[in-house]
């Protein structure tokens, strides 16, 4: 597997270790119950600094935190906190700006590092402050949504939202190391969770049919939270995010198939201003763009309702719903950041487990076929 | 010479091409009289792009960008012109938001080229722009101010400046190429072109003796002017850092040795509120560093003198103004980037022509003996 490795899954608290490959290096995943009982060790090892900044929206700080950030500090580390509020509106460049500035009079140099400790809008904002502070210092993802763990946490994208677009400001920043800890799902919300589950099915969808058809049977425990559930996902989806962040770091080819989806469910996402979630917004992405795959004749005929009857095992919306103002939507769509030469890109699937390629891995199409699908 | 090569020096308008290594790749530096007329054929070759997005300050707008706009635009490419008031007060958060989101608005998207055409602040400022628009699209590097052609404008270094300090926010990320055309040196006040031999003199200081040699009998035409004079200065120094940027390119080692005299440099700059212009505050940077590495023990005897004597025939200040509050200058200083552990570090020299090493580039000095230079 090329970029990746897998050390074997041995008992007791080892973690599991994936190695994701980057532009002159490469940085492992640790996936293992318990995980941050050993982040000062972990820190020491992968991501030696003068000072560590703790950043966290105010929920998953007054979770998680403190006891983090005494565990540190009792190891010897020095860190403080930077907290925000908990929600996607947070992720815009007034905040960027707020936690660049608290960062300074804390006193973090070009020897900091940041720890993003949350879900994906900590990853992509912190990881953005880290990105670009003293022109870039150090980040290490914590993911505490399943989202970010099974996706977000893994491949280097950091950014913010502006209000034209999401992540429309941003950087490539790969982190020292990412750190996951499985059991922490468990105390998330059961939609959130669906969520997170979402992206894995995504990753099955685009590359792995196998993985696929493996998740689908765990995917109601996965959904109580079950911890060994949801470390299988979690380590699944992992292996097959690295082997392609490994291929193509900076989404020149490859990675584009990450965003099957994404093109219509970004452009959900803004037109309801952020009130469908991600998760939810890209499930209903990925049966809209097979819809559309079908339509044009790339795509097997089948794979919207294999996906439709996947998705509804999780309890996510399957129809697109009613409120959202279609012309806003192709708007958003229109700007998306895939657009070449202003006309937006779609991944589309050939059929389960395999992207549709064709010169590119995205291809553009007529607003009167994406019309067809969202009307 | 590590990284750089350097093309015959041709007559007729054939460039010099100095070529700089950074990860993954190379880029070209092309040096050459009237190189802007032959801008659009180098922007197909060596940065390909749906559309092009032109940034310049106010004053630049009006002298060149509509005549290199029209050129641009006569060769088939598409082009916007997005402008800012000249000045360092504009290299801010804020002027960075604006231009992303006119950008965003003038439909430019990934597969778009940010062409920064302008002294070193719009070097920074629009290649921070690129750096951050989509997650990073490409820039060329227009220099018009000669601290531009002879530094600032080779090695990626783009960022904005913060209310607690300079460029405190920002990231690394290297031009397609830098097309300079010395002949545009000639339209700049006197004062400005003494600024950029500032900087040319500082090249010489870390690493080249015979080059400051070289150039020290130039200085009177450079200063007035003179084509190739310019030329010649532009170029030696463009190798210089050439070198030093391709071996070194995040700054982690040898690149310090750039920051010769701005450690105080940016001290002053910040403590004058920008009233002292980054050259005339690099060279007293570099005098008052001299006298500190003497002081020191490492700097060997005589080095501030001749640095002075090089300096005075430029006419820049070579005593540190009494308006400044030093206590305020220290302030500025210990918020440097070049700070480990939040003590601020200097890079002192051996002698004309040779880096003090001991360990790393840059030294822990005590704020004692800083005082001591300063008041």
Redesign the interface.
Known sequence: MTGTSLSPDRPGSVPTVVHVRC??RSYPVLIGHDILDGLAALLKEHAPA?RYALIADENVANLYASDVTQALQASGLLVTRHTFSAGEPSKN?DEW?RL??EL??A?V???GVVIALGGGVTGDLAGFVA??????IGVVQVPTSLVAMVDASVGG???VD????K??????HPPQFVAIDPGVARTLPRRQRAEGLVEAVKHGAIVDRDYLDQIEGLLPEALDGDAEAIRTVVTGSVMIKARIVSEDE?EAGLRQVLNFGHTIGHGLEAASDFELSHGVAVGLGMILEARLGERLGVTKSGTESRLTNVLRRLGVPLELPDRLDKDRILRFIS?D??????VPRYVLLEQIGATFHSIDWAQQVSESDVRAVLF
Chains 1, 2 share one sequence.
Do not use: E, I, Y
């Open positions: 532009t002159g003068a460049r700006a660049s500035d300074t009079d006193g140099g070009r020897d990105a670009t502070f003293m022109r870039g994208k950091t950014g502006t209000p034209a677009g992540n429309l400001v941003g950087a490539f900076n700007r950041k895939k657009a070449r030469d202003g």
